[in-house]
C-alpha cells in the first residue's frame, strides 16, 4: 500500500507541475499579446502607450532591452504631444543611448517637454543651461527652470533652485 501511496503522491506532484508550467505558458503567450495589442495601439497615435512601451525597452521591462525600439517609440510619444516622451527622448540624445549624441537635440526635446509642463523636462533643460551643454551656459536662465521644475512639485528641481541661490 505504501508504493501506491508514494505513486499516488508522485502523479500528483508531477501533474501540479504540469500545470504550473501550461499555466506560465498561457500567461506568457497572454503577455506577448498584451505587447502586440499595445504596439498596435501605440501605432494608432496612442502617445502614452508609446511612451510606456519606450520605457519597457528602455529599461528591458518585460521585452528585451532596445535603446532604438525605445527611441523610436519615444519619437511616436513626443510627436503625439505626450511631453515625457520628448523628456525622455532628449535625455537619450543627451548621453548618446540608441541615437547619435547630439546635446543641440536634447535642448531642443527638454524644451518641448518643459513647455508641455513635464517637470523633468524643465529641470534637464536647467541642467542644459547651467551646464553649457547645447547652448551658452547661463545660469540665471538654469535657475528659472530649476524654479519652473520646482513649481511643478520636483523635489530634484527645488534642490538645484536652493544651490544656485547660495
Same mark, same amino acid.
Given at each position: 500500500?505504501?508504493?501506491?501511496?508514494?505513486?499516488? /503522491?508522485?502523479?500528483?506532484?508531477?501533474?501540479?507541475?504540469?500545470?504550473?508550467?501550461?499555466? %506560465?505558458?498561457?500567461?506568457?503567450?497572454?503577455?506577448?499579446?498584451?505587447?502586440?495589442?499595445?504596439?498596435?495601439?501605440? =501605432?494608432?497615435?496612442?502617445?502614452?502607450?508609446?511612451?510606456?512601451? +519606450?520605457?519597457?525597452?528602455?529599461?528591458?521591462e518585460g521585452v528585451r532591452? =532596445?535603446?532604438?525600439?525605445? &527611441? !523610436?517609440?519615444?519619437?511616436?510619444?513626443?510627436?503625439? +504631444?505626450?511631453?515625457? %516622451?520628448?523628456?525622455?527622448?532628449? *535625455?537619450?540624445?543627451?548621453?548618446?543611448?540608441?541615437?547619435?549624441?547630439?546635446? *543641440? /537635440?536634447?535642448?531642443?526635446?527638454?524644451?518641448? &517637454?518643459?513647455? +508641455? +509642463?513635464?517637470?523633468?523636462?524643465?529641470?534637464?533643460?536647467?541642467?542644459?543651461?547651467? /551646464?553649457? !551643454?547645447?547652448?551658452?551656459?547661463?545660469?540665471?536662465? &538654469?535657475?528659472?527652470?530649476?524654479?519652473? &521644475?520646482?513649481?511643478?512639485? *520636483?523635489?530634484? %528641481?527645488c534642490k538645484a533652485f536652493?544651490?544656485?541661490?547660495?
Open positions: 500500500m505504501k508504493h501506491v501511496c508514494d505513486w499516488m /503522491k508522485l502523479m500528483r506532484l508531477c501533474l501540479a507541475t504540469l500545470l504550473l508550467a501550461l499555466l %506560465g505558458l498561457i500567461q506568457s503567450d497572454v503577455y506577448a499579446q498584451t505587447i502586440q495589442d499595445l504596439h498596435k495601439q501605440c =501605432d494608432r497615435g496612442n502617445a502614452s502607450v508609446c511612451y510606456n512601451l +519606450g520605457v519597457m525597452y528602455d529599461n528591458g532591452k =532596445d535603446m532604438v525600439k525605445a &527611441a !523610436e517609440l519615444y519619437i511616436k510619444a513626443c510627436d503625439g +504631444g505626450y511631453a515625457p %516622451g520628448c523628456s525622455n527622448l532628449g *535625455f537619450m540624445y543627451s548621453n548618446g543611448d540608441g541615437v547619435r549624441q547630439d546635446k *543641440f /537635440k536634447a535642448v531642443e526635446l527638454y524644451t518641448k &517637454a518643459c513647455d +508641455g +509642463g513635464f517637470a523633468w523636462g524643465c529641470y534637464n533643460l536647467g541642467v542644459s543651461y547651467e /551646464k553649457g !551643454e547645447g547652448v551658452r551656459q547661463n545660469t540665471s536662465r &538654469a535657475k528659472e527652470l530649476y524654479r519652473k &521644475a520646482c513649481d511643478l512639485r *520636483f523635489k530634484e %528641481g536652493a544651490s544656485l541661490n547660495r
